[in-house]
């Protein structure tokens, strides 16, 4: 005869476990901020352009590193046709730009349009926990769009160097600090200004809309201004090139400025004026933010 | 009152700009199922976002568990659950991701989490809807679904501000049963609704707001059990009321009826003697069946 199970109804059961508070309702909501702009536990369609983004930004680096190991093999005496780390911030600019486009209004617009803000009010989270939060998932992610694939090159390129991997990984060492600032410039330049955006709006299209609107309208601005106008200091119209801005600064970084004919380097500003914009308009969006989500909260 | 209040205020008020909304408020609420009720614009949610730290008094004090609700907001939040009246389900997700993400919030780890979640899903009835995205759910469905992320950390005091909102009778029904049994797993309970109804069938305690002011506040029991007698007379009313007024009862005369009601005898016995003493009769006798509605529109003067 075997034993048969017995069921037992426990009924509620007071939980007596551990408490994390305010730093386990921090990560939480960080955990929570990753998922939502690359569409994870959520249906298929939310997860089609994150991911096609990411490829996006990986893909050239993966090509580069292969055509790099092509030409090693078959051409060892050939000059390698790929660009250099600063020239790859192009490719992953671009596309950073569309995908925080995209994840800053998926990041707050729900939350406040579903209600879902009253819920975080009754947790132990301020905030400034909240929207710090939220944008900490969002930096993560721009700066793992711009690091990886130049992880990946860098790595890569080593590998395949005729002065052998470890000795081509401390050559390049100097490359580091420049590919970590040009991260830093390009997160501050795209993200808080999105956030600002979305914190605005109050529909997610609009708000991705309006961010690339502000974008593409700048920069054509400024093109017609600095161009087509001979009034003094018309030079400074440029600053409207907001999403020029960190490019001219990446050029500086990697001391290649004026390799690219752009608005900004036509109208010759110093490379100093386009930093204090990237951080004046950085700082501006961030209070706003935060004054904004103190009175929502 | 024995226990330790677990919600209390001195003076506390409240303004928009010109608008009142709250005015010297005081009360001491115990442990247990507590009813706060007024009609819409009395108050109450304006009550319930200073006690969670949404909202800052402009006058006076609040306590939630014996912290203070402004100054200590985050102690405040680790104690309590909240369920609004307004929509605050995230549609694109399942019930059960977003009750584990809401049990991360309020800090519990990752496992005990989904553990709760999944508890607390079958408590209030949603074990087989669970994993569906909570956009196609019911009224009835995101109604269990917000009730089962205010609890599922397993709170000390849970606000429930109007639970049955939107409710088919059905639903109504289960959402009172669910909250009726709240008490039994140690959570204390603050009900805010503008259906009396619900608030007699589910507290033992009531909160009356009115106007921003405090209309009464006591045991559910003392408010609608006034010790009242109605009886219908044959005869003369007017003598029978002499008699028991002569006896120390007091009397509402309306027609062929009276209300009698004392609080140093039994009202039945003074009927009966005066009946005997005034030689009339009686077409009916029984005690005043005395809502919580009568009481509130008795105290609000309507």
Known sequence: MTERGVVFDLGYVPYEGERRGRRGAISSTYRDGLQRVFGIRRRARKKILPWMLVVLALLPAVVFVGFAFLLSTFSPEAESPFGSHGDYFSITGGVVLLFVALAAPELLIPDRREGVLSVYSSRPLRPDD???????????????????????????????????????????????????????????????????????????????????GVMIVGAGLAAALVEATTLPGSRYAAILAVDGHPDYVRDWIFGTTGS???????????????LAVIVTVAVASSVFVVWRYRRLM | MVDAPILSARDLGLAYGSIVALHGVEFDLPPGRIGLVGANGAGKTTLIKILLGILRPTLGTAAVLGFDATKDVLDVRSRIGYMPENDCLPLDISAAEFVVYAAGLAGLPRNAAR????????????????????????????????????????????????????????????????????????INVLVSSHVLGDIERTCDWVLMLDGGRVLRSGPLSHLIDADTVAVEVIGDTDAVARHLVAAGATVDVAGPRLLVWTSTDDAFRLVRDALADSGAGMRSLGPKATTLEDVFLEGSGS
């Not at chain 1, 690219?260 to 386009?274: F, K, M, R, Y």
């Not at chain 2, 397993?154 to 409710?167: Q, R």
């Open chain 1, 130 to 212: 909240y929207i710090g939060t939220r944008s900490a998932s969002l930096l993560t992610v721009v700066a793992g769009f711009m690091l990886i694939p130049q992880v990946l090159m860098y790595i890569g390129f080593a590998a395949l160097s005729a002065d052998g991997f470890f000795k081509a990984l401390v050559t390049n060492t100097d490359e580091i600090p420049k590919i970590l600032a040009a991260t830093v410039v390009y997160a501050l330049a795209y993200a808080p200004l999105a956030l600002l955006v979305a914190t605005i709006a109050s529909r997610k299209a609009a708000a991705t809309g309006i961010y690339l």
């Open chain 2, 115 to 186: 553990q709760r979640a999944s508890d607390v899903l079958t408590l209030v009835g949603l074990e087989e809807e669970r994993f569906r995205p909570i956009e196609g759910f019911s009224t009835g469905m995101k109604q269990r679904t917000k009730l089962a992320q205010a609890i599922v950390h397993d709170p000390e005091l849970v606000f429930l501000d109007e639970p049955t909102a939107g409710l088919d009778p059905e639903g109504r029904e289960e959402m009172l049963e669910l909250i009726s049994r709240l008490g039994g797993f140690g």
């Open chain 1, 260 to 274: 690219s004919e752009t608005t900004i380097a036509n109208a010759g500003l110093d490379p100093w004026v386009s």
